[in-house]
């Protein structure tokens, strides 16, 4: 049997795992990476797999930005800031249903200037804290405020990772996904379908009108873990304008700009917390609320994709889908769309993009065309396409695994009650929007 289909299977036989036995899924992915890697490393002689691809398959900048974050949210949690912001959002909107789309548009826009991960984690305690004031399921919030933060994740250059391999390779700048060669960027397909799933989401809770439960205001002693909240937010925006370097140690530390940025900050949050208690509760409470169960499910996913990728698997679906497409250019952009949208909710997109960058282009160069209208439909729907299911996108991952630690267990179906229609008035809104502006005019 060869490499090829026994990764179809190996990877087939994972995912149906990781749906049927959720509260196994770290394990599960760390024992399907380390099959990968075994039968690729020693069985598979014509494919290069070692220690160095395993290492060199696993994203450290995102497990760093996640973990650094997580910190720094931990400490926000115990300054009592989720609670005081809870009380200001319960004064000013009239039920519950306004409340959970009040947080979800909040996560959406913050999430466009920052990765959609960190923004969970950002957003998500403030939806718990009201939540539990109003007694009420977390669930649909933190599903909502997930999948509203990688739909505008595709939005700037900085939101997602898929946009930053896209703003590499066509050589973009942060202003270009605003405005680029005299038409609208993908910035504003992104927010045509942000404003249709506001509608969605006022559809999908038209039930939860009971009115809000209003508290006295929660009093917060200390504000720094909020100051360092926003400086993650800065400082992210601002590392996307440091120049590339060309090689060498430079480089690398290029590369996990982010995460550096986000542990930093962490060991300053802890830092002042220590001088300003002088005790070490909080620090230990740091590192005890980390959820290192997501943390080593996001780290083995890395080397799982990385083992169908150096098996072909990936490469071969890249053709296929384009060949699909023939010789129309409208065909070819539907195709890479809405195949996009199916592979990126089981596959992670960023390998499945990286891959796709350069099949897209070598299509537009044979079909006498721009590149940059199959560049906009790729991302779109490799993007978006995450939001569908539980495990097809980071910041789903993550805010399952803070339903997880509330105690609440998340079913695929239910998580894919509100995922499927938000994900399809997005991805049709954004196609048909990209296709108006960069394939017909």
């Known amino acids: 049997m060869s490499p090829f289909i026994i990764a179809i299977i190996l990877f087939a036989v994972t995912y149906v ?12 992915a760390l024992g399907s990476a380390v099959v990968f890697s075994v039968w690729l490393t020693f069985f598979c002689a014509d494919i290069e797999f070692g220690l160095g691809t395993v290492l060199g398959a696993i994203d450290f900048n995102i497990l760093m930005m996640i973990a650094g974050t997580m910190g720094i949210v931990t400490l926000f ?22 409340a959970i789309v009040a947080m979800a548009v909040l996560s959406g826009v913050v999430s466009a200037f920052v990765d959609n991960v960190a923004t969970v ?8 804290a009201v939540c539990k004031k109003q007694n009420i399921s977390p669930v649909p919030a933190i599903i909502s405020i997930a999948v509203s933060s990688n739909l505008q994740g595709a939005a700037t250059l900085v939101g997602d990772t898929t946009s930053i391999l896209l703003g590499g390779y066509a050589d973009m700048t942060f202003f270009d996904f605003f ?8 910035f504003w397909a992104v927010e045509l379908g942000a404003a249709l799933t506001v509608l969605i989401l006022l559809f999908i809770f038209r039930k939860e009108t009971q ?43 290029y590369n996990l700009r982010n995460g550096i940025i986000c542990m930093v900050l962490m060991v300053v949050g802890i830092v002042v917390n220590l001088c300003r208690t002088k005790k070490f509760d909080s620090t230990k409470n740091v590192f005890k609320e980390m959820d290192y169960q997501t ?26 889908l384009v060949a699909i497409g023939g010789g129309s250019l409208f065909l070819t952009y539907t195709v890479i769309v809405f195949a996009s949208v199916l592979i990126s909710a089981v596959v992670d997109n960023i390998p499945y993009v990286l891959t796709m960058l350069p099949v897209v282009t ?24 995450g939001n569908i299911t539980p495990i097809g996108a980071s910041a789903n991952i993550t805010g399952i695994g803070i339903l997880r630690k509330e105690g609440y267990e998340v079913k695929a179906g239910d998580f894919m009650k509100i995922s499927v229609p938000f994900t399809l008035t997005a991805v049709l809104s954004g196609y048909l929007f990209i296709w108006i502006f960069w394939g017909l005019l």
């Open 17 to 28: 795992l990781l749906f049927t036995l959720p509260k196994l899924r770290s394990y599960i």
């Open 77 to 98: 949690i115990e300054s009592k800031m989720p609670m005081r912001i809870a009380d200001v959002m319960l004064s000013k909107f009239g039920n519950v249903k306004m």
């Open 121 to 128: 984690l950002m957003i998500a305690p403030i939806a718990l």
């Open 179 to 186: 405005w680029f060669r005299g038409r609208p960027g993908i």
């Open 211 to 253: 009115p809000l439960k209003l508290t006295d205001r929660t009093e917060v002693k200390d504000y720094v873990p909020s100051f360092l909240m926003v400086g993650v937010v800065l400082a992210l925006i601002l590392a996307s304008f440091i120049p590339q370097p060309s090689e060498g140690a430079l480089l690398t530390l």
């Open 295 to 320: 943390l080593l499910l996001l780290a083995s996913l890395f080397v799982v994709i990385q083992g169908i990728t150096s098996a072909g698997v990936i490469d071969k679906l890249a053709e296929g």
């Open 362 to 385: 070598s299509v537009a160069a044979g079909m006498g065309v721009e590149p940059y209208v199959l560049y906009f439909g790729l991302l779109v729907g490799a993007t978006l396409g």
